[in-house]
């Protein structure tokens, strides 16, 4: 579908600038819907729709196309003011650009029609963007002049996708170079033809529609482009015909691709691209929901049509006719009728023809593609298609379609006759004799029968011997020795003789050399060890083994201890999902309250998940309910847990209820007190909760006598002058049990807003940590910091203080800083290890490039506890000391508590590339890029180490790219650059390294060296604009 240009523009020209709306109205409905008595029934029913919609257009299946330039922003309007220079070389600071009012307000009005249009899109469709320009003008462009509709950008997520990135083979040139000078420096198309503007979107757009339709399984059904040029439209037009729908198994039929293109006014100024937009906003429900079914109906009842005299044409070729029928089936799958009607002379010269038969005769002439593969199918004959007849008017509007009908006589591809259903096995010979190889059952079962006599004997001999010699000695002694050492080895010499019998890379009369015979040696051995394993594992079986329970258990510490490492590394989702796995074991631990109170905390802890950590603890007080048994302080924690939470979540008479029950049981319980009190300071009863809140701090003995609250309100009254201050101590513990619930806010409500405590009380050290613990926790490093600061220049500081300190320094990747913080926590002697400690510290050396000193850090971290996390420190430490021997081992280690890990499997793939393992490496990039990998710096290192190897080069390429898409930095796409040179890809090498040199301002050798790379590809090609638009990112760096 496509709204008639032409009618727009002239009615854009005839009328003033007060009617332009309704002009454009007018000629939209005319070109959506015209038809025979003038009116739009489909705009009609479109307003009423109903909830029932087809598959083809509910939201979550309409892709919503967009262009930049002249679509959406006014490119062409803006580069005739005289500051767009300017602009443009400040890279799209308007510091230095004065605007005029009139200006402002255009571009303000285009804003906000901009946003409602784009509003109302992704109300029924998901858009994207894809422009030639190059990045990042749109970006650039849009936060500059159109912000609010920036801002929605964002919120929405539309992606942008910029065709120039994409590598399309340049065919002989011919002109037809694009003129518009849109973008930055003439980014959209100062250097490339019509049609490489046309490949490139086509390119862009059939990959967009595939990742957005996969989800269907490769099933497109609807797509809408919007643009001012034909690239839009000839690029969708191509795709539409090119792609075939997979047919659904229970009907045989495929799902219809329905396309439709919105043309736009070229070159318009910023009032007519607001009134375009604002047309189009109007008209979005009618374009998204009209289908081409009924408007070919309403064609046939209103509007004329054209036929064969006799309803049919029957014609017959011969032999060659159906030899190059088939030839065409085979190559293009289809064929173009060209239809030319001429208007037939008046036989009466006075009654000249009707005035619509020369329009008739215009509508129906042109060309239309027929798609002919479904007669590829055995047994077709007969093929119905409708399909639009495009005129030699690019802009036409007509929509005139075909409607075809190919009978043959007989089909293309005949049926497969029965003397070929026949299976190839049943023309085998049958053969019988003895086979090739004989079986290696013997072989196994002497093996496994050798063992068996063994481990009985052993058993048996040594029953009470704990050492390797004593037991080889008790054997010598008893004479058993020579005959379990004898029958092994006869044993394992049959295995090693049959399996080399049947090695396929053992050539006779040649023995096995280098990696062969390693591999032989090594599978040989695996199969002795594992077949003596079983053995052992039959006689003797361990407890566990046949423990379902504690092969859960197991898991479940597995889980729980990765669960611990991802949360150290900030992986909270991940945490999250190992812990939700954790209640799937056999070990049940969904009826453990202590699990669910531990899933709560961490779901506290990880801030906006408090409904889940609320529904976790409800789960645990059910569990005691029902009878589980459970230790008292479980209980009572779940009970205070509870209530804290639904204290911060603003249930303030659930919490008070709750406190107040447990007051009445215990008076002076200082804990009960507390919560208490704050539970009414939230609830705005000020002075109730002030007078709990300081009797919290009060001994038990301070209460006795008392026989009331009244009476403790009277005693604090009488006594506030001469009690001292608050008992620090035990309100800092309060504190930290709230901070232990993960419930930060309820701590600077005490701290800040009670005015329980003095300046001097809240100076103290545990308030400052406390108030500091707090503000980490709801992730405000910077503040947490801020606050400890003052109290790291004393020489008393505590332990706690500097671990706080350090941890937040890392975190703020204050590294100088935080490796002082850091070795002064670690040089307090109170004989505990803290490895999260030891792995900061090692985290921070590696980032100083301290090698040895980092794997020392991370040694010590392992001493105390083994974690995943300790051991890819200690490769990494290796790796960049060159000790690949070491770094191996170290990543075994990593791997086996955790091979999900992508920095692991990085690493693994270089050192494998280091000593020329190619299948091992190929194994570990492979497994790496599976996982989703986050590690960019190491891709980038596999991806220059494939390059510089000359090894899987297509592999190179994916790392490099996967590596931009975790951060988009200048030295990835000068990595890839060298990569798609070295692939042969030299165009799409220079545009890389275009990107690169722009996002390496500050880094002008390393931009040196780029830039002659490129340069050298240019002269290569012989491509005076590629080199042109070098030369100009090049000089805009500069």
Same mark, same amino acid.
């Given at each position: 579908?496509?709204?008639?240009?032409?009618?727009?523009?002239?009615?854009?020209?005839?009328?003033?600038?007060?009617? %332009?709306?309704?002009?454009?109205?007018?000629?939209?409905?005319?070109?959506?819907?015209?038809?025979?008595?003038?009116?739009?029934?489909?705009?009609?029913?479109?307003?009423?729709?109903?909830?029932?919609?087809?598959?083809?257009?509910?939201?979550?299946?309409?892709?919503?196309?967009?262009?930049?330039?002249?679509?959406?922003?006014?490119?062409?309007?803006?580069?005739?003011?005289?500051?767009?220079?300017?602009?443009?070389?400040?890279?799209?600071?308007?510091?230095?650009?004065?605007?005029?009012?009139?200006?402002?307000?255009?571009?303000?009005?285009?804003?906000?029609?901009?946003?409602?249009?784009?509003?109302?899109?992704?109300?029924?469709?998901?858009?994207?963007?894809?422009?030639?320009?190059?990045?990042?003008?749109?970006?650039?462009?849009?936060?500059?002049?159109?912000?609010?509709?920036?801002?929605?950008?964002?919120?929405?997520?539309?992606?942008?996708?910029?065709?120039?990135?994409?590598?399309?083979?340049?065919?002989?040139?011919?002109?037809?170079?694009?003129?518009?000078?849109?973008?930055?420096?003439?980014?959209?198309?100062?250097?490339?033809?019509?049609?490489?503007?046309?490949?490139?979107?086509?390119?862009?757009?059939?990959?967009?529609?595939?990742?957005?339709?996969?989800?269907?399984?490769?099933?497109?059904?609807?797509?809408?482009?919007?643009?001012?040029?034909?690239?839009?439209?000839?690029?969708?037009?191509?795709?539409?015909?090119?792609?075939?729908?997979?047919?659904?198994?229970?009907?045989?039929?495929?799902?219809?691709?329905?396309?439709?293109?919105? +043309?736009?006014?070229?070159?318009?100024?910023?009032?007519?691209?607001?009134?375009?937009?604002?047309?189009?906003?109007?008209?979005?429900?009618?374009? @998204?929901?009209?289908?081409?079914?009924?408007?070919?109906?309403?064609?046939?009842?209103?509007?004329?049509?054209?036929?064969?005299?006799?309803?049919?044409?029957?014609?017959?070729?011969?032999?060659?006719?159906?030899?190059?029928?088939?030839?065409?089936?085979?190559?293009?799958? *289809?064929?173009?009728?060209?239809?030319?009607?001429?208007?037939?002379?008046?036989?009466?010269?006075?009654?000249?023809?009707?005035?619509?038969?020369?329009?008739?005769?215009?509508?129906?002439?042109?060309?239309?593609?027929?798609?002919?593969?479904?007669?590829?199918?055995?047994?077709?004959?007969?093929?119905?298609?409708?399909?639009?007849?495009?005129?030699?008017?690019?802009?036409?509007? !007509?929509?005139?379609?075909?409607?075809?009908?190919?009978?043959?006589?007989?089909?293309?591809?005949?049926?497969?006759?029965? =003397? @070929?259903?026949?299976?190839?096995?049943?023309?085998?010979?049958?053969?019988?004799?003895?086979?090739?190889?004989?079986?290696?059952?013997?072989?196994?079962?002497?093996?496994?029968?050798? &063992?068996?006599?063994?481990?009985?004997?052993?058993?048996?001999?040594?029953?009470?011997?704990?050492?390797?010699?004593?037991?080889?000695?008790?054997?010598?002694?008893?004479?058993?020795?020579?005959?379990?050492?004898?029958?092994?080895?006869?044993?394992?010499?049959?295995?090693?003789?049959?399996?080399?019998?049947?090695?396929?890379?053992?050539?006779?009369?040649?023995?096995?050399?280098?990696?062969?015979?390693?591999?032989?040696?090594?599978?040989?051995?695996?199969?002795?060890?594992?077949?003596?394993?079983?053995?052992?594992?039959?006689?003797?079986?361990?407890?566990?083994?046949?423990?379902?329970?504690?092969?859960?258990?197991?898991? *479940?510490?597995?889980?729980?201890?990765? !669960?611990?490492?991802?949360?150290?590394?900030?992986?909270?989702?991940?945490?999250?999902?190992?812990? +939700?796995?954790?209640?799937?074991?056999?070990?049940?631990?969904?009826?453990?309250?202590?699990?669910? &109170?531990?899933?709560?905390?961490?779901?506290?802890?990880?801030?906006?998940?408090?409904?889940?950590?609320?529904?976790? /603890?409800?789960?645990?007080?059910?569990?005691?309910?029902?009878?589980?048994?459970?230790?008292?302080?479980?209980?009572?924690?779940?009970?205070?847990?509870?209530?804290?939470?639904?204290?911060?979540?603003?249930?303030?008479?659930?919490?008070?209820?709750?406190?107040?029950?447990?007051?009445?049981?215990?008076?002076?319980?200082?804990?009960?007190?507390?919560?208490?009190?704050?539970?009414?300071?939230?609830?705005?009863?000020?002075?109730?909760?002030?007078?709990?809140?300081?009797?919290? *701090?009060?001994?038990?003995?301070?209460?006795?006598?008392?026989?009331?609250?009244?009476?403790? %309100?009277?005693?604090?009254?009488?006594?506030?002058?001469?009690?001292?201050?608050?008992?620090?101590?035990?309100?800092?513990?309060?504190?930290?049990?709230?901070?232990?619930?993960?419930?930060?806010?309820?701590?600077?409500?005490?701290?800040?807003?009670?005015?329980?405590?003095?300046?001097?009380?809240?100076?103290?050290?545990?308030?400052?940590?406390?108030?500091?613990?707090?503000?980490?926790?709801?992730?405000?490093?910077?503040?947490?910091?801020?606050?400890?600061?003052?109290?790291?220049?004393?020489?008393?500081?505590?332990?706690?203080?500097?671990?706080?300190?350090?941890?937040?320094?890392?975190?703020? +990747?204050?590294?100088?800083?935080?490796?002082?913080?850091?070795?002064?926590?670690?040089?307090?002697?109170?004989? %505990?290890?803290?490895?999260?400690?030891?792995?900061?510290?090692?985290?921070?050396?590696?980032?100083?490039?301290?090698?040895?000193?980092?794997?020392?850090?991370? /040694?010590?971290?392992?001493?105390?506890?083994?974690?995943?996390?300790?051991?890819?420190?200690?490769?990494?430490?290796?790796?960049?000391? =060159?000790?690949?021997?070491?770094?191996?081992?170290?990543?075994?280690?990593?791997?086996?508590?955790?091979?999900?890990?992508?920095?692991?499997?990085?690493?693994?793939?270089?050192?494998?590339?280091?000593?020329?393992?190619?299948?091992?490496?190929?194994?570990?990039?492979? +497994?790496?890029?599976?996982?989703?990998?986050?590690?960019?710096?190491?891709?980038?290192?596999?991806?220059?180490?494939?390059?510089?190897?000359?090894?899987?080069?297509?592999?190179?390429?994916?790392?490099?790219?996967?590596?931009?898409?975790?951060?988009?930095?200048?030295? *990835?796409?000068?990595?890839?650059?060298?990569? /798609?040179?070295?692939?042969?890809?030299?165009?799409?090498? %220079?545009?890389?390294?275009?990107?690169?040199?722009?996002?390496?301002?500050?880094?002008?050798?390393?931009?040196?060296?780029?830039?002659?790379?490129?340069?050298?590809?240019?002269?290569?090609?012989?491509?005076?604009?590629?080199?042109?638009?070098?030369?100009?990112?090049?000089?805009?760096?500069?």
């Amino acid at each position: 579908m496509q709204l008639d240009t032409f009618r727009i523009e002239e009615d854009l020209l005839q009328m003033s600038f007060s009617s %332009v709306d309704d002009a454009a109205s007018s000629a939209a409905v005319w070109a959506l819907y015209k038809s025979g008595d003038g009116c739009v029934p489909e705009a009609r029913a479109v307003r009423n729709i109903t909830s029932i919609e087809a598959d083809w257009q509910r939201r979550d299946n309409v892709l919503f196309i967009l262009d930049w330039d002249d679509t959406i922003f006014p490119t062409t309007w803006l580069t005739a003011k005289p500051w767009y220079r300017t602009w443009i070389r400040d890279k799209g600071s308007l510091e230095n650009v004065e605007l005029d009012l009139e200006t402002v307000a255009a571009l303000d009005a285009l804003d906000a029609a901009a946003y409602e249009f784009l509003a109302c899109v992704s109300r029924v469709a998901t858009p994207v963007c894809i422009t030639l320009s190059q990045r990042p003008w749109v970006e650039m462009s849009m936060k500059a002049f159109l912000p609010r509709l920036a801002r929605f950008w964002e919120e929405v997520g539309i992606s942008v996708h910029y065709a120039v990135e994409e590598y399309v083979a340049t065919p002989t040139r011919q002109g037809f170079w694009c003129q518009k000078p849109s973008g930055a420096g003439g980014l959209e198309g100062t250097v490339l033809e019509l049609h490489m503007r046309s490949n490139r979107k086509r390119k862009v757009m059939e990959r967009v529609l595939r990742r957005f339709y996969r989800k269907n399984n490769n099933c497109w059904l609807h797509a809408v482009s919007i643009g001012d040029g034909l690239a839009e439209r000839d690029a969708l037009q191509e795709i539409s015909m090119c792609h075939q729908n997979p047919r659904n198994p229970e009907s045989g039929s495929s799902s219809r691709f329905c396309v439709k293109t919105i +043309q736009m006014l070229e070159d318009p100024s910023c009032d007519h691209l607001q009134t375009q937009l604002e047309v189009l906003k109007t008209w979005t429900q009618v374009v @998204m929901h009209s289908d081409e079914v009924p408007w070919e109906e309403e064609q046939q009842r209103f509007m004329p049509s054209v036929c064969f005299r006799n309803g049919q044409m029957i014609r017959y070729r011969g032999r060659r006719f159906i030899e190059e029928f088939r030839s065409m089936l085979s190559n293009s799958g *289809g064929v173009f009728m060209y239809l030319e009607l001429e208007e037939k002379p008046p036989a009466d010269p006075k009654k000249p023809n009707p005035p619509e038969t020369a329009e008739l005769t215009r509508q129906c002439s042109g060309s239309a593609w027929i798609d002919l593969r479904s007669l590829i199918a055995p047994g077709s004959c007969r093929v119905e298609t409708v399909c639009t007849l495009e005129g030699s008017d690019l802009l036409q509007g !007509a929509g005139t379609f075909l409607r075809l009908s190919v009978e043959l006589s007989f089909d293309v591809t005949p049926a497969e006759g029965e =003397d @070929m259903k026949v299976h190839p096995s049943s023309l085998l010979p049958q053969r019988s004799g003895p086979s090739k190889f004989s079986a290696s059952d013997g072989a196994a079962t002497s093996f496994l029968e050798a &063992v068996e006599r063994g481990c009985e004997t052993i058993f048996r001999d040594c029953s009470k011997i704990s050492s390797v010699e004593e037991a080889v000695t008790q054997l010598k002694e008893v004479n058993s020795y020579e005959d379990v050492k004898q029958g092994l080895r006869e044993s394992i010499i049959r295995v090693f003789r049959e399996r080399l019998r049947k090695e396929t890379s053992a050539i006779p009369g040649r023995p096995l050399r280098g990696k062969a015979r390693e591999d032989f040696i090594s599978n040989a051995y695996s199969y002795l060890q594992l077949t003596t394993a079983e053995v052992l594992a039959k006689l003797h079986p361990s407890p566990d083994a046949t423990d379902e329970v504690s092969d859960a258990t197991k898991e *479940g510490a597995r889980l729980g201890r990765l !669960a611990y490492e991802a949360e150290l590394v900030g992986n909270w989702d991940r945490a999250a999902e190992l812990l +939700q796995n954790r209640f799937l074991l056999a070990q049940d631990l969904r009826s453990d309250p202590s699990e669910w &109170v531990a899933f709560a905390k961490f779901c506290a802890r990880r801030r906006g998940r408090q409904a889940a950590a609320e529904e976790a /603890l409800c789960q645990a007080a059910k569990l005691m309910g029902s009878g589980k048994d459970a230790p008292p302080e479980l209980q009572l924690e779940v009970e205070l847990f509870l209530a804290c939470l639904v204290l911060e979540r603003g249930r303030y008479e659930e919490a008070i209820t709750t406190f107040q029950a447990k007051v009445d049981k215990d008076f002076a319980n200082p804990m009960f007190r507390f919560l208490l009190g704050l539970a009414l300071f939230l609830r705005c009863r000020f002075d109730e909760g002030r007078a709990y809140l300081e009797s919290a *701090g009060k001994p038990r003995e301070w209460f006795k006598g008392l026989p009331d609250e009244a009476a403790v %309100v009277d005693k604090l009254k009488a006594f506030r002058k001469t009690d001292g201050p608050p008992n620090l101590p035990q309100l800092a513990g309060f504190l930290d049990k709230l901070l232990s619930f993960g419930l930060p806010s309820l701590v600077f409500t005490f701290l800040d807003q009670t005015s329980l405590l003095s300046e001097e009380s809240l100076a103290s050290e545990s308030m400052v940590l406390v108030d500091a613990k707090a503000l980490a926790l709801d992730r405000d490093l910077a503040g947490a910091v801020a606050r400890v600061e003052p109290l790291l220049s004393s020489e008393a500081t505590s332990y706690e203080v500097w671990k706080l300190a350090g941890e937040c320094y890392v975190q703020l +990747q204050d590294f100088d800083k935080a490796l002082q913080a850091l070795q002064t926590a670690l040089a307090f002697d109170d004989g %505990v290890e803290d490895p999260v400690l030891h792995i900061r510290l090692g985290s921070v050396l590696l980032v100083k490039k301290r090698w040895k000193q980092a794997r020392d850090a991370f /040694l010590r971290s392992i001493h105390a506890t083994s974690t995943a996390e300790a051991w890819s420190g200690v490769a990494y430490a290796e790796f960049r000391s =060159d000790e690949l021997s070491t770094c191996y081992e170290a990543l075994c280690e990593a791997n086996l508590l955790d091979n999900e890990r992508t920095d692991v499997w990085a690493l693994l793939c270089l050192v494998h590339l280091r000593n020329e393992n190619w299948d091992a490496a190929d194994h570990a990039c492979r +497994q790496c890029l599976s996982l989703q990998p986050d590690c960019e710096e190491l891709l980038l290192e596999v991806a220059m180490e494939l390059q510089r190897k000359e090894r899987q080069m297509c592999l190179a390429e994916v790392c490099a790219r996967r590596a931009l898409e975790s951060k988009d930095s200048g030295q *990835g796409h000068s990595v890839l650059a060298d990569v /798609l040179a070295q692939m042969g890809k030299a165009e799409a090498s %220079v545009l890389e390294a275009q990107v690169a040199l722009k996002m390496l301002a500050d880094q002008p050798e390393i931009r040196k060296v780029i830039f002659s790379k490129a340069l050298k590809l240019c002269q290569e090609l012989e491509d005076a604009p590629l080199t042109e638009a070098l030369h100009a990112c090049q000089k805009l760096a500069d």
